[in-house]
C-alpha cells in the first residue's frame, strides 16, 4: 500500500491555526498535523464548525462553532412550506446565532515567524 504524502498546507505553508467548514475536516486535519509530527494545539490550532459528538470525544477536545440545526431546519421547512403554497418569503436573508465551543484544540500560537 503506498503511503500518502504530507498535506502541502501544513508541511510548506506552516500555518499556525487551521479553521476547516465541518468538525469531521477538521478532525481529519489534526490527523494529518500528527502525521507531520506536529502537536496540536502547540504547534497547530484546529478548529471545526458543526459541533458533532466526535468533537467532544476527540483527543484533543475540538474547539468548534455550534449552530442551532434545529431551528435552521425548522425555518427552512417552513419557508419551503410558503414557497409550495404559493406565498412569497418575507426575507431572502435569514440569520441565526452560533456559539462558540473552546475545547483543547486551540492555544496561542507560540512561533515567533508568524506574518
Known sequence: ???VPPPRLITEHRPTAIVAGADLMALGAIDAARSC????PTALSVIGFDDLPQA???FPGLTTVRQPLHDMGQKAAR???ALIDGQKL???HMELGTELI???STAPPTRSDTA
Open 102 to 104: 473552546v475545547r483543547n
Open 90 to 92: 418575507l426575507m431572502e
Open 79 to 81: 419557508a419551503l412550506l
Open 1 to 3: 500500500m503506498d503511503s
Open 37 to 40: 509530527g506536529l502537536d496540536v
Open 56 to 58: 467532544a470525544q476527540s
